[in-house]
Protein backbone atom coordinates (compact mmCIF):
# COMPACT_ATOMS: atom_id res chain seq x y z
CA UNK A 1 0.00 0.00 0.00
CA UNK A 2 1.18 3.82 -0.55
CA UNK A 3 -0.24 6.59 0.37
CA UNK A 4 1.01 9.71 -1.79
CA UNK A 5 -0.12 13.56 -0.13
CA UNK A 6 -0.21 16.35 -2.71
CA UNK A 7 0.00 19.70 -1.38
CA UNK A 8 -2.08 19.16 1.27
CA UNK A 9 -3.27 22.23 3.19
CA UNK A 10 -6.03 22.91 5.50
CA UNK A 11 -7.82 25.94 6.62
CA UNK A 12 -10.42 26.76 9.25
CA UNK A 13 -12.04 29.94 8.47
CA UNK A 14 -8.85 32.34 7.42
CA UNK A 15 -6.24 30.60 9.38
CA UNK A 16 -4.22 27.90 7.94
CA UNK A 17 -3.53 25.12 10.08
CA UNK A 18 -0.79 23.34 7.79
CA UNK A 19 -0.15 24.44 4.03
CA UNK A 20 1.51 22.40 1.04
CA UNK A 21 2.39 18.90 2.67
CA UNK A 22 3.90 16.42 -0.19
CA UNK A 23 4.50 13.21 1.75
CA UNK A 24 4.68 9.57 1.03
CA UNK A 25 3.94 6.74 3.06
CA UNK A 26 4.60 3.35 1.61
CA UNK A 27 4.01 -0.52 3.69
CA UNK A 28 5.95 -1.89 5.22
CA UNK A 29 6.40 1.45 7.26
CA UNK A 30 5.69 3.02 10.59
CA UNK A 31 5.30 6.71 10.53
CA UNK A 32 4.39 9.60 13.05
CA UNK A 33 3.04 12.69 12.59
CA UNK A 34 4.40 15.27 15.52
CA UNK A 35 3.48 17.97 17.04
CA UNK A 36 1.51 19.81 20.29
CA UNK A 37 -1.93 20.20 21.03
CA UNK A 38 -3.91 22.06 17.97
CA UNK A 39 -1.15 21.75 15.40
CA UNK A 40 -3.73 19.63 13.03
CA UNK A 41 -2.09 16.50 13.15
CA UNK A 42 -5.48 14.46 13.82
CA UNK A 43 -6.89 16.48 10.83
CA UNK A 44 -4.07 15.69 8.64
CA UNK A 45 -5.01 12.23 10.14
CA UNK A 46 -8.77 12.26 9.44
CA UNK A 47 -7.90 13.53 5.68
CA UNK A 48 -6.09 10.79 4.85
CA UNK A 49 -8.58 8.42 6.55
CA UNK A 50 -10.78 10.08 4.28
CA UNK A 51 -12.95 11.58 6.79
CA UNK A 52 -12.31 15.04 6.30
CA UNK A 53 -11.55 17.03 3.12
CA UNK A 54 -8.70 19.28 2.13
CA UNK A 55 -8.62 22.96 1.60
CA UNK A 56 -6.15 21.88 -1.40
CA UNK A 57 -4.47 19.38 -2.83
CA UNK A 58 -5.14 15.98 -3.05
CA UNK A 59 -4.81 12.16 -1.80
CA UNK A 60 -3.98 9.51 -3.66
CA UNK A 61 -4.56 5.99 -3.01
CA UNK A 62 -2.35 3.13 -3.83
CA UNK A 63 -2.79 -0.82 -3.59
CA UNK A 64 0.50 -3.40 -3.27
CA UNK A 65 0.55 -3.87 -6.59
CA UNK A 66 0.87 0.17 -6.99
CA UNK A 67 -2.07 0.58 -8.74
CA UNK A 68 -4.77 3.13 -7.89
CA UNK A 69 -7.70 2.39 -5.34
CA UNK A 70 -10.72 4.70 -5.40
CA UNK A 71 -11.54 6.83 -2.45
CA UNK A 72 -14.76 5.41 -1.99
CA UNK A 73 -12.65 1.61 -2.08
CA UNK A 74 -10.53 3.27 1.10
CA UNK A 75 -12.80 2.30 3.51
CA UNK A 76 -12.03 -1.18 3.22
CA UNK A 77 -7.95 -0.94 3.38
CA UNK A 78 -7.82 1.20 6.45
CA UNK A 79 -8.47 0.73 10.48
CA UNK A 80 -8.82 3.73 12.40
CA UNK A 81 -8.46 4.68 16.19
CA UNK A 82 -9.14 7.80 17.64
CA UNK A 83 -10.54 8.91 21.22
CA UNK A 84 -12.85 10.73 20.08
CA UNK A 85 -14.53 8.32 17.61
CA UNK A 86 -18.15 6.87 18.50
CA UNK A 87 -18.73 3.28 19.72
CA UNK A 88 -21.82 2.04 19.84
CA UNK A 89 -22.65 2.40 23.73
CA UNK A 90 -25.75 0.46 23.95
CA UNK A 91 -24.75 -2.18 23.11
CA UNK A 92 -22.19 -5.19 24.86
CA UNK A 93 -18.80 -5.91 23.90
CA UNK A 94 -19.41 -9.14 22.71
CA UNK A 95 -22.17 -7.60 20.52
CA UNK A 96 -20.29 -4.93 19.26
CA UNK A 97 -17.21 -6.99 18.20
CA UNK A 98 -19.61 -9.30 15.85
CA UNK A 99 -21.23 -5.93 14.56
CA UNK A 100 -17.34 -4.46 13.69
CA UNK A 101 -16.22 -7.62 12.31
CA UNK A 102 -19.08 -8.03 10.43
CA UNK A 103 -17.39 -5.58 7.66
CA UNK A 104 -14.34 -6.01 8.57
CA UNK A 105 -12.24 -9.83 8.67
CA UNK A 106 -10.83 -10.36 12.20
CA UNK A 107 -6.96 -10.16 11.89
CA UNK A 108 -5.46 -14.36 11.41
CA UNK A 109 -8.19 -15.42 11.59
CA UNK A 110 -8.75 -14.62 15.06
CA UNK A 111 -12.38 -15.41 16.48
CA UNK A 112 -14.39 -12.64 18.64
CA UNK A 113 -13.80 -14.46 22.01
CA UNK A 114 -9.90 -14.45 21.21
CA UNK A 115 -10.42 -10.84 20.73
CA UNK A 116 -12.07 -10.13 23.79
CA UNK A 117 -9.69 -12.39 25.74
CA UNK A 118 -6.65 -9.94 24.35
CA UNK A 119 -8.22 -6.77 25.64
CA UNK A 120 -8.48 -8.36 28.70
CA UNK A 121 -12.48 -7.32 29.33
CA UNK A 122 -13.67 -11.08 29.49
CA UNK A 123 -15.43 -9.87 33.00
CA UNK A 124 -17.19 -7.16 31.88
CA UNK A 125 -17.91 -8.52 27.60
CA UNK A 126 -21.83 -8.68 28.58
CA UNK A 127 -21.58 -5.24 29.96
CA UNK A 128 -23.18 -2.42 28.04
CA UNK A 129 -20.23 -0.24 26.71
CA UNK A 130 -21.98 2.65 27.77
CA UNK A 131 -20.87 1.55 31.35
CA UNK A 132 -16.99 0.76 30.76
CA UNK A 133 -15.01 3.45 32.07
CA UNK A 134 -12.90 5.87 29.43
CA UNK A 135 -9.72 3.41 29.88
CA UNK A 136 -11.85 0.53 28.91
CA UNK A 137 -13.27 2.06 26.01
CA UNK A 138 -10.18 2.93 24.70
CA UNK A 139 -8.82 -0.32 24.20
CA UNK A 140 -11.98 -1.33 22.58
CA UNK A 141 -11.36 1.30 20.06
CA UNK A 142 -7.66 0.00 19.58
CA UNK A 143 -8.88 -3.55 19.55
CA UNK A 144 -11.70 -2.91 16.82
CA UNK A 145 -8.50 -1.09 14.71
CA UNK A 146 -5.78 -3.30 15.42
CA UNK A 147 -7.51 -6.65 14.89
CA UNK A 148 -8.89 -5.81 11.46
CA UNK A 149 -7.49 -7.42 8.93
CA UNK A 150 -6.17 -4.06 7.14
CA UNK A 151 -3.07 -3.20 5.26
CA UNK A 152 -3.52 0.29 6.61
CA UNK A 153 -3.82 1.23 10.35
CA UNK A 154 -3.90 5.01 11.45
CA UNK A 155 -3.97 6.17 14.96
CA UNK A 156 -4.29 9.18 16.61
CA UNK A 157 -3.10 9.73 20.37
CA UNK A 158 -3.78 5.77 21.29
CA UNK A 159 -2.66 6.01 25.01
CA UNK A 160 -5.39 8.37 25.52
CA UNK A 161 -6.47 7.24 28.84
CA UNK A 162 -5.08 4.03 29.22
CA UNK A 163 -3.06 3.20 32.56
CA UNK A 164 0.58 1.97 32.62
CA UNK A 165 -1.16 -1.89 32.30
CA UNK A 166 -3.20 -0.84 29.01
CA UNK A 167 0.05 1.39 27.68
CA UNK A 168 2.19 -1.78 27.86
CA UNK A 169 -0.78 -3.94 25.65
CA UNK A 170 -0.58 -1.67 23.55
CA UNK A 171 3.32 -1.58 23.00
CA UNK A 172 1.97 -5.36 22.73
CA UNK A 173 -0.54 -5.00 20.31
CA UNK A 174 1.98 -3.15 18.02
CA UNK A 175 4.99 -5.48 18.09
CA UNK A 176 2.73 -8.63 17.34
CA UNK A 177 0.10 -7.70 15.20
CA UNK A 178 1.25 -4.44 13.14
CA UNK A 179 4.07 -6.37 11.07
CA UNK A 180 4.05 -5.72 7.45
CA UNK A 181 1.25 -3.08 7.55
CA UNK A 182 1.33 0.52 6.88
CA UNK A 183 1.02 2.26 10.20
CA UNK A 184 0.32 5.86 11.23
CA UNK A 185 0.51 7.42 14.42
CA UNK A 186 -0.65 11.19 14.97
CA UNK A 187 0.85 11.88 18.75
CA UNK A 188 3.01 14.03 20.75
CA UNK A 189 3.72 11.26 23.23
CA UNK A 190 6.80 8.78 22.43
CA UNK A 191 5.02 5.99 24.20
CA UNK A 192 2.60 6.18 21.43
CA UNK A 193 5.53 6.42 18.23
CA UNK A 194 8.13 4.74 19.76
CA UNK A 195 8.24 1.96 16.98
CA UNK A 196 7.66 4.57 14.08
CA UNK A 197 11.03 4.90 12.03
CA UNK A 198 9.72 8.20 9.69
CA UNK A 199 8.94 11.14 11.28
CA UNK A 200 6.18 14.15 10.05
CA UNK A 201 6.47 17.47 12.44
CA UNK A 202 3.43 19.16 11.46
CA UNK A 203 4.95 22.66 12.30
CA UNK A 204 7.34 22.29 9.48
CA UNK A 205 4.39 23.10 6.99
CA UNK A 206 2.36 26.05 8.38
Not at 77 to 88: C, D, K, N, T, Y
Not at 97 to 126: E, M
Not at 131 to 136: R, V
Request: a neutral charge.
Amino acid sequence: MKISLEHISKRFLKYWIFKDVNVTFSAPGAYALLGPNGCGKSTLLRIIAGMQSPSLGKVHYFDSKEQPVAPGDWFNQISFSAPGMELVEELTLSEFFAFHFSFKRPLASLSIDQIITLTGLDKSKDKSIGDYSSGMKQRVKLAQAIFSDTPVLLLDEPCTNLDAQGVDQYRDWIDTYTKNRLILVASNDVREYYFCREQIVIEDYK
